[in-house]
């Protein structure tokens, strides 16, 4: 990999033949595991400004340069997170000289608070070609990474690595973004809206319809005060809400609310594009829901291009197929599916195998199909199963012939993933027209039905059960290679929890995966199971955008219990006494046996009790030695599961109710801290 430094540049021909869509990454990491950016682009002219407002890509706006730049969304590695985009370098509009890579901090952090910031670009076929690591980023909260710009008709990068300290709108606007200082009409509704969610805090919390998801509105800054004088006699100001670019760009989403059914009994079903009651046996399954997903893929644009550009795919048009034939030794081979992409006469393709109802990736099934795609020069297999895939662990082992001139990339996607992206379009972010969204809301149904087999990761593997027998006779030894399958199918669980609850709120969700700054993920896993030998607990930590804390889930195998939990950090201003009625009157539609433990200075425990008990007398969860309140500890415990799989006893399914009972009981009810805004006032926002 070609290492680079700052002011360097290279032309990418000069690194790859496979240049025509390249993935760039850019990663960080920090001590707390909770440092974060976002990732923005900008795509300039001649003159070095945008030619209008769609050329500012960014998390309102996702996809620029008519689908050649899309932003893919953050990956959580072992040292922090990692932000993808892919580049259509093929497709991007001939106006385009120049392609700013950057990112950017809110709520008054630096980029100069993370570590391990760094750049990587790789060619289609998933190969690194270069790096770019930046040692000092200064106290800037808006940070270019690097450039991809055109010369002599040649695409070349420079590593760049300089900063703004007036963030996401500085960044904006020195690159001729049109920003907007004066609301629309929705976005004041939008605003006064937020603000009369959060005043006064004595205020009953927000009604929570049944199965329904609460939303956590958004904090909203005051107005400026009109002089000194009144400031001074009145309450404190509210600032102006930040600037925002403008794009006129229309989406379509569904409605939450279903609209009243026209049967005449509750028994009639509805009538569905994909029906999967019918559906028995697991080849059924398998090419029923090829089928379905391929075509929803390459009917609704935004979809496909969302499942493929992490791939490496273009964005042009896109044909699918099933149950292909193809020669191969004595007997022909018949992948499950294959998708085409073709763009400016050039055309992109992978062979697609599928696994349903939790069946397993055959070795000798994906090495066949990887040799006929790089005889006839594809290039990708994309697997796509019940499973998840981990860092730095293969689902299957393939051999790959180094001989051979053409790569084939190896690519894997899960079913949760796949309903992941459709709820993110049709319920959040919005496809072009309403025949799209309905497309997908089909499919949607179709993945979550029972018999569709297409559940995502629903098993813990045959190492569950004695694991957790040897647990509790303690006979279970560090070292065990049975309890490192118990850590790896966590860790799925936990990254498939995060994928759908971000689906159904709309939010980033991440798991936070503390670890020292270089160590390798069986490393760290190594040592995960070595700690459940020991004490008989698998831990985790998730990030929810938006939330005042980080949301621990553990899972007791000695006891039977699972602890979902939170830190909310104190006030800083106000008496102790006023501190814990604030947050009892703000846990109000709690369950009455939420545990809450008092945060003290140092390493000693606080007082604790139950949000039933604390309600009529809160002065019991001061300190009675006056300790000072950093904090508090909001838990619930619930009983686990004991089947290894996705059944009602199963551990699985308790684990999702478990959190979902938190958030939607819990930490909904909690105000977005001062100290973390939502990024809809800390940050500039699409109109």
Request: proline letters at 6%; aromatic letters at 6%; a negative charge.
């Given at each position: 990999?070609?290492?680079?430094?700052?002011?360097?540049?290279?032309?990418?021909?000069?690194?790859?033949?496979?240049?025509?869509?390249?993935?760039?990454?850019?990663?960080?990491?920090?001590?707390?595991?909770?440092?974060?950016?976002?990732?923005?682009?900008?795509?300039?002219?001649?003159?070095?400004?945008?030619?209008?407002?769609?050329?500012?890509?960014?998390?309102?706006?996702?996809?620029?340069?008519?689908?050649?730049?899309?932003?893919?969304?953050?990956?959580?590695?072992?040292?922090?997170?990692?932000?993808?985009?892919?580049?259509?370098?093929?497709?991007?509009?001939?106006?385009?000289?120049?392609?700013?890579?950057?990112?950017?901090?809110?709520?008054?952090?630096?980029?100069?608070?993370?570590?391990?910031?760094?750049?990587?670009?790789?060619?289609?076929?998933?190969?690194?070609?270069l790096r770019f690591a930046i040692e000092d980023s200064g106290a800037v909260s808006a940070l270019i990474f690097g450039e991809i710009y055109r010369r002599s008709g040649a695409w070349k990068f420079r590593a760049i690595g300089d900063g703004?300290?007036?963030?996401?709108?500085?960044?904006?606007?020195?690159?001729?973004?049109?920003?907007?200082?004066?609301?629309?009409?929705?976005?004041?509704?939008?605003?006064?809206?937020?603000?009369?969610?959060?005043?006064?805090?004595?205020?009953?919390?927000?009604?929570?319809?049944?199965?329904?998801?609460?939303?956590?509105?958004?904090?909203?800054?005051?107005?400026?005060?009109?002089?000194?004088?009144?400031?001074?006699?009145?309450?404190?100001?509210?600032?102006?809400?930040?600037?925002?670019?403008?794009?006129?760009?229309?989406?379509?989403?569904?409605?939450?609310?279903?609209?009243?059914?026209?049967?005449?009994?509750?028994?009639?079903?509805?009538?569905?594009?994909?029906?999967?009651?019918?559906?028995?046996?697991?080849?059924?399954?398998?090419?029923?829901?090829?089928?379905?997903?391929?075509?929803?893929?390459?009917?609704?644009?935004?979809?496909?291009?969302?499942?493929?550009?992490?791939?490496?795919?273009?964005?042009?048009?896109?044909?699918?197929?099933?149950?292909?034939?193809?020669?191969?030794?004595?007997?022909?081979?018949?992948?499950?599916?294959?998708?085409?992409?073709?763009?400016?006469?050039?055309?992109?393709?992978?062979?697609?195998?599928?696994?349903?109802?939790?069946?397993?990736?055959?070795?000798?099934?994906?090495?066949?199909?990887?040799?006929?795609?790089?005889?006839?020069?594809?290039?990708?297999?994309?697997?796509?199963?019940?499973?998840?895939?981990?860092?730095?662990?293969?689902?299957?082992?393939?051999?790959?012939?180094?001989?051979?001139?053409?790569?084939?990339?190896?690519?894997?996607?899960?079913?949760?993933?796949?309903?992941?992206?459709?709820?993110?379009?049709?319920?959040?972010?919005?496809?072009?027209?309403?025949?799209?969204?309905?497309?997908?809301?089909?499919?949607?149904?179709?993945?979550?039905?029972?018999?569709?087999?297409?559940?995502?990761?629903?098993?813990?593997?045959?190492?569950?059960?004695?694991?957790?027998?040897?647990?509790?006779?303690?006979?279970?030894?560090?070292?065990?290679?049975?309890?490192?399958?118990?850590?790896?199918?966590?860790?799925?669980?936990?990254?498939?929890?995060?994928?759908?609850?971000?689906?159904?709120?709309?939010?980033?969700?991440?798991?936070?995966?503390?670890?020292?700054?270089?160590?390798?993920?069986?490393?760290?896993?190594?040592?995960?199971?070595?700690?459940?030998?020991?004490?008989?607990?698998?831990?985790?930590?998730?990030?929810?955008?938006?939330?005042?804390?980080?949301?621990?889930?553990?899972?007791?195998?000695?006891?039977?219990?699972?602890?979902?939990?939170?830190?909310?950090?104190?006030?800083?201003?106000?008496?102790?006494?006023?501190?814990?009625?604030?947050?009892?009157?703000?846990?109000?539609?709690?369950?009455?046996?939420?545990?809450?433990?008092?945060?003290?200075?140092?390493?000693?425990?606080?007082?604790?009790?139950?949000?039933?008990?604390?309600?009529?007398?809160?002065?019991?969860?001061?300190?009675?030695?006056?300790?000072?309140?950093?904090?508090?500890?909001?838990?619930?415990?619930?009983?686990?599961?004991?089947?290894?799989?996705?059944?009602?006893?199963?551990?699985?399914?308790?684990?999702?109710?478990?959190?979902?009972?938190?958030?939607?009981?819990?930490?909904?009810?909690?105000?977005?801290?001062?100290?973390?805004?939502?990024?809809?006032?800390?940050?500039?926002?699409?109109?």
């Amino acid at each position: 990999m070609h290492e680079m430094v700052k002011g360097s540049n290279v032309g990418l021909a000069e690194l790859s033949e496979d240049t025509g869509s390249v993935m760039v990454s850019l990663a960080w990491s920090s001590d707390t595991g909770e440092g974060d950016a976002d990732v923005s682009v900008l795509l300039l002219d001649g003159n070095g400004k945008v030619g209008n407002d769609a050329d500012f890509c960014f998390y309102n706006n996702p996809v620029a340069g008519r689908g050649s730049v899309q932003l893919l969304g953050k990956t959580p590695t072992a040292e922090g997170s990692e932000d993808r985009i892919g580049f259509d370098l093929d497709a991007v509009p001939p106006e385009v000289e120049r392609i700013v890579l950057a990112a950017s901090r809110y709520d008054g952090s630096r980029f100069g608070d993370l570590h391990d910031l760094r750049l990587t670009l790789a060619d289609g076929a998933g190969e690194g070609l270069l790096r770019f690591a930046i040692e000092d980023s200064g106290a800037v909260s808006a940070l270019i990474f690097g450039e991809i710009y055109r010369r002599s008709g040649a695409w070349k990068f420079r590593a760049i690595g300089d900063g703004y300290a007036s963030g996401l709108a500085g960044l904006a606007t020195d690159f001729g973004v049109d920003i907007d200082d004066d609301a629309d009409a929705d976005g004041a509704a939008g605003q006064e809206e937020a603000r009369e969610a959060q005043e006064p805090s004595e205020a009953p919390p927000p009604a929570v319809a049944p199965g329904a998801w609460p939303v956590i509105p958004a904090q909203a800054s005051p107005p400026a005060s009109s002089s000194a004088g009144a400031a001074a006699q009145e309450p404190p100001a509210r600032e102006k809400r930040p600037a925002r670019p403008r794009t006129a760009k229309k989406k379509v989403t569904l409605p939450r609310a279903a609209k009243k059914s026209l049967a005449e009994s509750d028994a009639w079903s509805e009538a569905r594009l994909f029906p999967a009651s019918a559906l028995k046996s697991d080849r059924e399954r398998e090419t029923r829901a090829t089928s379905v997903v391929l075509s929803v893929m390459a009917q609704v644009p935004e979809f496909g291009r969302r499942l493929t550009a992490a791939f490496g795919a273009p964005a042009g048009r896109m044909e699918t197929f099933t149950e292909v034939s193809f020669p191969h030794g004595e007997a022909p081979r018949r992948p499950d599916g294959v998708i085409r992409v073709e763009r400016a006469g050039k055309l992109w393709t992978a062979l697609v195998e599928t696994k349903t109802n939790g069946s397993a990736l055959k070795t000798d099934q994906v090495q066949a199909y990887m040799d006929i795609a790089a005889r006839r020069g594809y290039e990708a297999v994309i697997t796509l199963s019940n499973d998840v895939a981990l860092e730095g662990s293969s689902l299957v082992d393939v051999r790959i012939d180094g001989r051979r001139k053409h790569k084939v990339a190896l690519r894997h996607l899960s079913w949760a993933e796949v309903a992941h992206q459709a709820q993110m379009l049709i319920r959040h972010e919005g496809v072009g027209n309403a025949a799209h969204a309905w497309l997908l809301q089909e499919l949607l149904h179709y993945l979550q039905h029972e018999n569709s087999g297409c559940h995502g990761f629903q098993n813990m593997g045959a190492a569950w059960v004695p694991v957790r027998r040897g647990i509790d006779d303690e006979t279970l030894c560090q070292g065990d290679p049975r309890a490192l399958e118990v850590i790896e199918n966590w860790e799925r669980l936990v990254r498939q929890v995060c994928l759908r609850l971000g689906g159904e709120l709309g939010q980033k969700v991440l798991p936070v995966q503390r670890a020292k700054r270089g160590a390798d993920p069986h490393v760290r896993r190594v040592e995960l199971a070595d700690q459940l030998c020991a004490e008989g607990r698998l831990h985790a930590v998730i990030r929810i955008e938006g939330t005042p804390g980080l949301l621990a889930i553990t899972a007791d195998l000695r006891t039977g219990k699972l602890r979902t939990s939170i830190e909310v950090p104190a006030p800083e201003s106000g008496y102790p006494l006023s501190k814990a009625k604030r947050l009892i009157r703000r846990l109000a539609a709690a369950p009455a046996d939420l545990h809450i433990e008092t945060l003290v200075e140092g390493d000693g425990p606080g007082p604790r009790g139950t949000l039933e008990r604390l309600r009529p007398e809160p002065a019991d969860i001061l300190p009675k030695d006056g300790a000072q309140v950093t904090g508090f500890r909001l838990s619930l415990f619930k009983g686990m599961g004991s089947g290894r799989g996705n059944a009602e006893s199963g551990f699985i399914r308790s684990v999702d109710a478990a959190v979902d009972h938190f958030y939607a009981g819990v930490v909904v009810l909690l105000e977005t801290q001062p100290t973390r805004r939502s990024r809809t006032d800390a940050q500039t926002d699409v109109c």
